[in-house]
């Protein structure tokens, strides 16, 4: 009994374990399996995360790039001139490619506006200033503000004066625009044979604005090549406007040269009507004279028609020469000056030295500045095209709206025999009873040239002595 009832009890103890021992298996199997099956699961999550991760980081990254960027401050003139905005575009593009953020500002022709503006970006403390002056003469406080927190300043186009916070200057060679409009009125008009023949044409000058450095440079070289044949009568100007006080037109206003050209042909050119040539400094004047010309019954085409000179290559300028109203204007592609300024800035900011062309004529009233000058060009009615060709201009914004018909006589060649081309100057003025012949200038405060004794030999005869005004020959800057 016993021995039965031992072994039932160990059958039951046997089996129990064996089915405890299977229940184990399955239950470490199914742990495993669902072990195996997290540890997937955790596995695709991971790499979710550490895509999240990396694409956080790279965003994180490029905030930081973005908020590094050093800033440039360019502060220019005025965004409804064309000739600003353009310059402005210009900026904005090549700034951003060399790695910096633009801040363009336009002050809309006013002097507060830019110095408020400058004042904002010196408290944000940009790395750098690019400036074209409202005012060249207003800016010396505010920036010495910016010299304080060492804010290096670009002067561009026009030359900031007397502050010694500018660093460098980048500008069109304007004393050599002047020489260039001077050399074209002398081939032009045949002054050498003028000269030999004892004959003269009648000039009037209409020059930049006196608060421009630049306007003085270009009237100094007009002069450097012009003021000879104005000591020995080849050249008369009768309204005896000649210095740069005398025939500066502030802020370069359209408005007085137009009533200043009208006055002066009423009162000194009753006869002719108009003078042979009028030498301009600007295309807004140049564009401006025709209207005054064809007040006066000169119209465009006739042999009556003046040399008429300009500078920029305006639109409407440049179909004026296309149409043979005006003789020639000087191109200056601003887009070349702005890259070339913004490549300065960058070249210094960078820590090394810009290129410069000029160590010595550019003096803003407290010290010389370093200078690169950009090139111009002449342009007539022959070689207008190339503003096309180069993108300046589409062929619609400046195609002639009417070109003469037959051969027009060319621009400021009144009186040329249309057979030969032999010019037939006019004669020189009678002074005896002419109002007006004597101008003295009142004061100025303006930048006036010094007079520099001339090499020429006075006229011989008396009347000649009375007919010629001689104008001062502005000093070397």
């Known amino acids: 009994m016993k021995k ?102 336009y002050a809309d022709e006013d002097v507060s506006m830019q110095v408020s503006q400058i004042e904002g970006l010196v408290e944000e403390e940009v790395s750098a200033l690019i400036i074209a002056p409202v005012d060249a003469y207003a800016l010396p406080d505010v920036l010495s503000k910016a010299k304080e927190k060492s804010i290096p300043v670009f002067s561009y186009d026009r030359l ?10 980048t500008a069109f060679n304007s004393r050599e625009i002047g020489q260039m409009i001077g050399n074209t009125i002398v081939k032009e008009k045949d002054l050498e044979k003028a000269r030999e023949q004892k004959q003269s044409y009648s000039i009037e000058f209409f020059m930049g604005s006196p608060d421009d450095n630049a306007a003085l440079f270009l009237y100094n070289g007009i002069m450097e090549v ?100 005006q003789a020639f204007s000087i191109f200056m592609d601003s887009r070349g000056l702005a890259e070339e300024c913004v490549k300065m800035a960058d ?61 027009p006589v060319p621009a400021g060649t009144p009186g040329e025999d249309r057979l030969t081309g032999t010019p037939v100057p006019s004669e020189a003025p009678e002074t005896e009873g002419e109002e007006g012949a004597d101008v003295t200038p009142g004061p100025s405060t303006t930048p006036k040239a010094s007079p520099v004794p001339s090499d020429t030999p006075a006229p011989d005869s008396e009347a000649d002595d009375k007919n010629v005004v001689t104008p001062p020959v502005p000093a070397t800057v």
């Open 160 to 169: 900031i004066m007397d502050t010694d916070a500018v660093n460098y200057y």
């Open 4 to 105: 039965t009832t031992v072994g039932i009890l160990a059958g039951v103890m046997i089996s129990a374990a064996f089915l405890a021992g299977c229940g184990k298996n399955e239950a470490t199997e199914a742990a495993n399996e669902s072990a195996e099956t997290e540890k997937e699961g955790n596995g695709e999550d991971a790499e979710t995360e550490a895509a999240i991760t990396e694409a956080a980081s790279d965003e994180t990254q490029e905030e930081k790039e973005q908020e590094v960027l050093p800033k440039v401050g360019v502060l220019l003139p005025d965004e409804a001139d064309e000739r600003w905005l353009r310059d402005g575009t210009v900026m904005q593009e090549k700034l951003t490619e060399a790695g910096y953020e633009p801040e363009i500002y």
């Open 226 to 325: 012009l003021q000879s044949y104005l000591d020995d009568g080849t050249l008369v100007c009768r309204s005896g406007r000649t210095s740069f006080d005398e025939t500066g037109v502030m802020r370069w206003s359209d408005t007085t040269v137009k009533s200043s050209l009208s006055s002066i042909i009423q009162e000194y050119y009753t006869t002719e009507k108009r003078p042979d040539i009028i030498c301009t400094a600007s295309d807004l004047f140049a564009v401006s004279v025709p209207d005054v010309l064809e007040e006066a019954g000169i119209h465009a085409g006739s042999e009556e028609w003046p040399l008429i000179t300009g500078v920029g290559c305006e639109a409407e300028a440049v179909k004026n020469v296309a149409e043979g109203k």
């Open 347 to 407: 070249t210094y900011l960078k820590g090394e030295k810009p290129e410069v062309k000029d160590y010595e004529q550019y003096d803003n009233g407290k010290k010389i500045i370093g200078t690169y000058t950009y090139d111009v060009q002449l342009i007539d009615k022959d070689n207008y095209q190339l503003l096309i060709d180069n993108g300046y201009y589409t062929e619609d914004e400046i195609k002639p709206e009417a070109m003469p018909s037959g051969t």
